[in-house]
């Protein structure tokens, strides 16, 4: 897949590439499936090859994935506003809802903060933090520094690494598996812990 994506990358013209990697990296908070990481790999390598540079990569990888966070903030937050709030939907435990946004609101600044680093999750993280009404100042600030600081490591690894493509793709799957068996197990923990709790009471 790396060697197919660096193909047809390759064939663009320098503002092509940018534009791509923009692209990417803002579609895959919208579409996690996207191989956004991958595309930005691959701007590291052409960045040790001198196809581009690496700041404007760096700026638009973060400001795409930036983007496309705070696009599904502001989605969640008018959910929220709109739907959620209301009595139409019977299926949504009002109670529940309350609980979730409570511990998002005590804990979604680090959330926020390491939501790059968490394969698979971060469109949850985005749509909570809307949901949740975190400021919006500070989540354009945290999911700024969150997406620079991934982005300037996943570029990184391109430059160094980018005549090893298998090592790349290989690292970055095992970090993505990884990351995701951690983050199941968080939830079913406090799921779990949640369920206890509500048995214990009714005893």
């Not at 990888?61 to 008018?78: C, D, E, N, P, R």
């Not at 989540?139 to 298998?166: D, E, H, M, R, Y």
């Not at 812990?193 to 048995?199: E, G, M």
Request: glycine share 8%; proline share 3%; aromatic share 12%.
């Amino acid at each position: 897949m790396f060697e197919g994506i660096l193909g047809e990358i390759t064939k663009l013209s320098p503002l092509g590439i940018y534009l791509a990697l923009f692209l990417f990296s803002y579609i895959e908070n919208i579409f996690p499936p996207s191989p956004s990481d991958m595309v930005v790999v691959i701007g590291g390598t052409l960045i040790g090859t001198g196809a581009i540079s690496l700041m404007p990569t760096l700026f638009l990888t973060t400001i795409g994935s930036v983007a496309g966070f705070m696009t599904l903030y502001y989605l969640g937050s008018k959910l929220d506003k709109k739907v959620l709030r209301t009595k139409n939907i019977k299926f949504i435990s009002m109670n529940a809802l309350d609980k979730v946004e409570k511990w998002f609101i005590q804990y979604g600044n680090w959330i926020i903060a390491i939501n790059r680093f968490l394969p698979g999750t971060r469109s949850v993280v985005s749509f909570f933090a809307g949901l949740s009404e975190v400021d919006p100042r500070m989540t354009i600030i945290l999911s700024t520094a969150s997406a620079l600081l991934w982005n300037s490591l996943v570029l990184a690894l391109g430059i160094v690494f980018g005549k090893n493509v298998q090592l790349v793709d290989h690292f970055l799957n095992t970090y993505s598996n990884i990351a995701c068996a951690i983050t199941i197990i968080i939830v079913l923990f406090v799921i779990i812990k949640y369920f206890y709790k509500k048995i214990s009471t009714k005893r």
